[in-house]
């Protein structure tokens, strides 16, 4: 076995990672850039670094996993949004609007976007605006072109896929148009301090701020608050934590969501 197999094959062990489910180009970008950081030059030193530094494990994991999303991930937190907020929301307007912070390839907001459009199906004068924004332009371009590996529709039903998406002569599937029609795709940096919009209804930034710092947390949770309409939704990823000062800024609707409201 070659050192760059050897390589994998330690991290598929030590950090559950399938490195088949990437392209091996993407594996190789990300390990060049952590090999960069340590000064280890070869597939082979990087290895043995890995095994004697485990800190330098968590850096990997972070490195491979920045771009890493899915259609519905955390299935309980899209279940309260789709039978709790999103028709609370409807009760008292007729259009919301959402914005989703460090979308990476889209399938949070195209889930959003598929919720939003069954909500609407029910009566025809609601509707949504779904801003999708990240800092990285690469991903960015791949969210906007919309189109996924059959795999990545795991989350998703039959009919959700036959109503939503057009399987490709290549075996992929592209997001129909009236899901697009709804979202806005904008290149945006979470830590310039500016909300890309207001007078939102609800936030979602999940499992975007690890690498953050506590100050760039705060000054986000400072964002976002300006961003929200009073009583708005801020979800977070379920392994991130609100902190002592947000809690000035936002009370828990459902702590196990990491959904808290604006106050
Ligand atoms: C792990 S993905 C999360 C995707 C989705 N929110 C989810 O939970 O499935 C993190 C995304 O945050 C983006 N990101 C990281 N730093 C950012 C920043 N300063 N501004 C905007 N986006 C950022 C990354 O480019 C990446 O696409």
Redesign the pocket.
């Known amino acids: 076995m070659d050192e760059f197999s050897l390589l994998l094959r330690f991290i598929e062990q030590t950090l559950d990672i399938r490195c088949s489910q990437y392209k091996e180009d993407y594996i190789k970008r990300r390990l060049m850039s952590r090999m960069n950081v340590t000064r280890m030059p070869t597939y082979r030193e990087y290895h043995a670094f890995l095994r004697a530094y485990p800190e330098e494990i968590a850096a990997l994991r972070n490195a491979l996993?920045?771009?890493?999303?899915?259609f519905f991930?955390?299935p309980e937190v899209f279940s309260v949004l789709r039978h709790e907020i999103i028709p609370s929301l409807f009760r008292t307007k007729k259009r919301i609007r959402i914005w989703?912070?460090?979308?990476?390839?889209g399938?949070?907001p195209y889930s959003l976007a598929i919720i939003l459009h069954e909500a609407c199906l029910r009566d025809k004068s609601m509707s949504g605006t779904i801003y999708a924004?990240?800092?990285?332009h690469e991903?960015?371009s791949k969210a906007k072109q919309g189109v996924y590996e059959k795999n990545a529709l795991e989350n998703l039903s039959e009919l959700q896929i036959k109503r939503h998406f057009t399987c490709l002569p290549d075996g992929t599937y592209e997001i129909k148009p009236h899901l697009r029609t709804n979202i806005r795709f904008l290149h945006?940096?979470?830590?310039?301090g500016a909300p890309v919009s207001r007078y939102l209804d609800i936030i979602?930034?999940?499992?975007?701020?690890?690498?953050?710092t506590e100050n760039?947390k705060s000054e986000l949770l400072r964002e976002f608050h300006g961003g929200l309409l009073p009583g708005g939704y801020y979800i977070m990823?379920l392994s991130e934590y609100m902190g002592k000062e947000g809690e000035s800024f936002f009370r828990p609707y459902r702590v196990q969501q990491k959904i808290y409201t604006r106050i």
């Open positions: 996993t920045i771009n890493v999303t899915k991930r955390d989703s912070a460090g979308c990476s390839s399938e949070e924004t990240d800092i990285d991903i960015l945006h940096d979470l830590m310039k979602t930034c999940r499992n975007v701020t690890i690498y953050f760039q990823g």
